[in-house]
């Protein structure tokens, strides 16, 4: 228990002394005394770990939002997210009626190779029994080191005795770029995730595999960010050598301008960007870049702006303390950050949802302050995060309570994974490949039917004027995921975009009118 607190108390020796001032004395004293009396005089023992942590919390509560502890577990997860792969057998799944699932496998991985298929039932891992695990508990007994081996007891359909497989981990790559297709001849689409270690050279790959299109829409919807390299690395592939992307100021850290370091690979092409108010952090930092150089259109939705700088900082039990310090600043000097009230987190998130009420967009603008773009001088605004050029505002009709609850209490879920479960086998026969399927399925009517019966079963009471609403979403949806399963995640962003997705809309309009009137990008105005 005494580590815990030494642990705790090294985060301030490695800071610069400087740093120190003769004030902070006093409160480190307070703390370290409180600690003392809990382990010392306290009714209970009381494992203090978790006390710690807590005061660590509690502690960078007071800051700005976006300060943070992650635990051990936590930073895990955020090492294997960031470094684009992890240790493991090469699954995807799901948790049906209890039971392990197998969704698909990952080409070239451990499972594919040792021949486990989508559909089969993971019953054993080693000596355990998985029927009962949850889906959160089901990769701390699949992955692990790379070369280690695990035992597994598959049930497959029409196959009576169960089967057993003995598989060896390997490394397996977590992409960061969900989707790329040509929408037509001349125009391309790329969804980008999130920023890691791998986003640059897997971007690379994708828009190779297009044939470098005339036309590309880069959709950074829901992208939370990320490495800041990467980022760099993405805004450069647009511009030119030397440019600024973006710059950094803080009170303890010199300002730094950082530049693109070669010639972009695409610096004349048409260009699309699309945001939303879940794009943040780096993919602010490419929006904005993009932007004030009028390299490409912005399309979508107001930003989440996060311009805050976290340095990660470890502590010796592998958790770590995430501090701001620092700002991001675009190119023409807009601050991306949104303002905060320190300590006030739940404001902040609040304020953050009434950014994107219709009724306050043109009050939001009229009070922001204006900049310039570097290349034409159009008007772009500021305070907080990165305003679109065109506005596109998220279609709400098609949703409902009624779709809600079929969707929050898990009912939707399970229903796409039995009916996918029982029917890939029968849709594969009937469609060789993406093109067939997109033309000639039609999610039925006695399927939705089958969905409301078990909506009704697990208590969501059928809705009539909210099923009518949703009836467009729950039919592409169904569809999507009936595609994504058969032929890939390509394929399920080609049946959701033209159907859900307005500002993906918009994108391949602008791009389609540019091209009719030959209109180079760097000449294009909004």
Same mark, same amino acid.
């Given at each position: 228990?005494? !580590?815990?607190?030494?642990?705790?108390?090294?985060?301030? /020796?490695?800071?610069?002394?400087?740093? +120190? +001032?003769?004030?902070?004395?006093?409160?480190?004293?307070?703390?370290?005394?409180?600690?003392?009396?809990?382990?010392?005089?306290?009714?209970?023992?009381?494992?203090?770990?978790?006390?710690?942590?807590?005061?660590?919390?509690?502690?960078?509560?007071?800051?700005?939002?976006?300060?943070?502890?992650?635990?051990?577990?936590?930073?895990?997860?955020?090492?294997?997210?960031?470094?684009?792969?992890?240790?493991?057998?090469?699954?995807?799944?799901?948790?049906?009626?209890?039971?392990?699932?197998?969704?698909?496998?990952?080409?070239?991985?451990?499972?594919?190779? /040792?021949?486990?298929? /989508?559909?089969?039932?993971?019953?054993?891992?080693?000596?355990?029994? /998985?029927?009962?695990?949850?889906?959160?508990?089901?990769?701390?007994?699949?992955?692990?080191?790379?070369?280690?081996?695990?035992?597994?007891?598959?049930?497959?359909?029409?196959?009576?005795?169960?089967?057993?497989?003995?598989?060896?981990?390997?490394?397996?790559?977590?992409?960061?770029?969900?989707?790329?297709? %040509?929408?037509?001849?001349?125009?391309?689409?790329?969804?980008?995730?999130?920023?890691?270690?791998? *986003?640059? *050279?897997?971007?690379?790959?994708?828009?190779?595999?297009?044939?470098?299109?005339?036309? &590309?829409?880069?959709?950074?919807?829901?992208?939370?960010?990320?490495?800041?390299?990467?980022?760099?690395?993405?805004?450069?592939?647009?511009?030119? %050598?030397?440019?600024?992307?973006?710059?950094?100021?803080? !009170?303890?850290?010199?300002? *730094?301008?950082?530049?693109?370091?070669?010639?972009?690979?695409?610096?004349?092409?048409?260009?699309?960007?699309?945001?939303?108010?879940?794009?943040?952090?780096?993919?602010?930092?490419?929006?904005?870049?993009?932007?004030?150089?009028?390299?490409?259109?912005?399309?979508?939705?107001?930003?989440?702006?996060?311009?805050?700088?976290?340095?990660?900082?470890?502590?010796?039990?592998?958790?770590?303390?995430?501090?701001?310090?620092?700002?991001?600043?675009?190119?023409?000097?807009?601050?991306?950050?949104?303002?905060?009230?320190?300590?006030?987190?739940?404001?902040?998130?609040?304020?953050?949802?009434?950014?994107?009420?219709?009724?306050?967009?043109?009050?939001?603008?009229?009070?922001?302050?204006?900049?310039?773009?570097?290349?034409?001088?159009?008007?772009?605004?500021?305070?907080?995060?990165?305003?679109?050029?065109?506005?596109?505002?998220?279609?709400?009709?098609?949703?409902?309570?009624?779709?809600?609850?079929?969707?929050?209490?898990?009912?939707?879920?399970?229903?796409?994974?039995?009916?996918?479960?029982?029917?890939?086998?029968?849709?594969?026969?009937?469609?060789?490949?993406?093109?067939?399927?997109?033309?000639?399925?039609?999610?039925?009517?006695?399927?939705?039917?089958?969905?409301?019966?078990?909506?009704?079963?697990?208590?969501?009471?059928?809705?009539?004027?909210?099923?009518?609403?949703?009836?467009?979403?729950?039919?592409?949806?169904?569809?999507?995921?009936?595609?994504?399963?058969?032929?890939?995640?390509?394929?399920?962003?080609?049946?959701?975009?033209?159907? &859900?997705?307005?500002?993906?809309?918009?994108?391949?309009?602008?791009?389609?009118?540019?091209?009719?009137?030959?209109?180079?990008?760097?000449?294009?105005?909004?």
């Amino acid at each position: 228990m005494r !580590r815990t607190i030494l642990s705790f108390l090294s985060l301030f /020796a490695v800071l610069p002394l400087a740093a +120190q +001032q003769p004030d902070d004395a006093e409160p480190l004293q307070k703390f370290a005394r409180v600690y003392r009396y809990l382990t010392e005089l306290y009714v209970d023992e009381e494992p203090m770990a978790p006390v710690i942590e807590g005061a660590i919390v509690g502690m960078l509560e007071r800051l700005d939002p976006h300060s943070a502890y992650l635990s051990a577990e936590e930073m895990r997860g955020v090492r294997e997210s960031l470094d684009g792969e992890f240790s493991g057998i090469g699954v995807e799944f799901n948790v049906l009626h209890d039971t392990v699932v197998v969704v698909n496998t990952v080409p070239g991985g451990p499972a594919e190779r /040792a021949g486990l298929r /989508a559909n089969d039932r993971i019953v054993r891992i080693d000596t355990l029994d /998985a029927v009962g695990l949850s889906r959160a508990d089901v990769p701390k007994y699949l992955r692990g080191r790379r070369g280690t081996k695990v035992a597994v007891g598959v049930l497959r359909r029409g196959v009576p005795e169960l089967l057993h497989f003995t598989l060896v981990r390997d490394r397996i790559p977590i992409h960061t770029v969900d989707a790329a297709y %040509r929408i037509s001849d001349s125009v391309g689409y790329i969804k980008v995730n999130r920023f890691g270690h791998t *986003t640059l *050279t897997e971007f690379r790959e994708a828009y190779r595999r297009l044939g470098r299109p005339e036309g &590309l829409i880069l959709d950074l919807q829901g992208n939370g960010g990320g490495l800041l390299d990467e980022a760099i690395g993405l805004a450069g592939f647009f511009l030119p %050598r030397g440019v600024v992307v973006v710059s950094t100021e803080g !009170r303890a850290v010199p300002a *730094t301008d950082f530049e693109t370091q070669s010639p972009g690979e695409d610096l004349r092409g048409r260009l699309v960007v699309l945001i939303d108010e879940s794009s943040a952090s780096g993919s602010e930092v490419v929006a904005g870049a993009i932007q004030d150089w009028d390299r490409g259109v912005i399309i979508g939705r107001p930003s989440f702006g996060k311009g805050l700088v976290q340095r990660q900082i470890p502590l010796p039990d592998g958790s770590a303390v995430r501090l701001t310090v620092a700002r991001y600043h675009t190119p023409s000097g807009r601050v991306i950050q949104r303002p905060y009230e320190k300590g006030n987190r739940r404001e902040y998130y609040l304020d953050h949802l009434r950014r994107y009420d219709d009724r306050l967009r043109d009050s939001l603008d009229a009070g922001a302050p204006a900049y310039r773009t570097l290349r034409t001088g159009r008007t772009v605004y500021g305070g907080g995060g990165i305003r679109p050029d065109v506005l596109v505002a998220p279609d709400t009709a098609g949703y409902s309570d009624y779709c809600a609850r079929l969707v929050r209490e898990g009912v939707f879920s399970d229903f796409v994974n039995d009916w996918l479960d029982r029917s890939r086998d029968s849709l594969m026969r009937a469609y060789a490949d993406f093109s067939a399927f997109e033309s000639g399925f039609d999610v039925s009517d006695t399927l939705l039917e089958a969905l409301k019966e078990e909506g009704a079963r697990r208590g969501v009471a059928f809705d009539a004027a909210g099923y009518a609403a949703s009836g467009t979403i729950l039919r592409t949806q169904l569809k999507a995921l009936a595609a994504q399963r058969l032929f890939g995640s390509d394929a399920y962003y080609r049946i959701v975009n033209p159907q &859900l997705n307005g500002a993906y809309v918009e994108a391949v309009a602008v791009l389609n009118d540019w091209k009719r009137r030959g209109v180079p990008l760097l000449e294009a105005k909004n």
